[in-house]
């Protein structure tokens, strides 16, 4: 059965870090691109990053550009997206996504906070 499960979210403060995964499992996970997008409360979900299937093509939404890191690593199943810099404004639940075939993890919450 396929699966995407995001972990790593949590409580940080303003100006710190934090490292979201993604593993699948189910499914050939090195034959799919992978985004990143995420949800505030009372907003729409929004593209946060994209990766190709072989992780040699990334874009990132204005918003993260030069404070988030969209990576995979295809031997371990799993996609990463490395946080710094955090503002509240990036409080929101965090989802892996793949659009070929429109499914979605169940998401990871990340409060930034002082």
């Known amino acids: 059965q396929m699966q995407l499960v995001e972990s790593g979210g949590g409580l940080v403060q303003p100006g710190g870090s934090l490292r979201l995964s993604c593993a699948g499992s189910?499914?050939?996970?090195?034959?799919?691109?992978m985004s990143w997008y995420r949800q505030a409360p009372g907003k729409e979900r929004e593209l946060v990053a994209h990766?190709?299937?072989?992780?040699?093509?990334?874009k990132y939404a204005d918003s993260v550009k030069g404070r988030f890191t969209i990576s995979r690593d295809n031997a371990k199943n799993t996609l990463y997206l490395e946080m710094n810099s955090l503002k509240p404004e990036d409080t929101a639940v965090y989802y892996c996504?793949?659009?070929?075939?429109?499914?979605w993890g169940q998401g990871t919450q990340v409060i930034v906070s002082s």
């Open positions: 996504f793949i659009a070929t075939i429109k499914y």
């Open positions: 189910g499914f050939t996970f090195s034959n799919y691109a």
């Open positions: 990766i190709t299937s072989a992780g040699g093509s990334t």
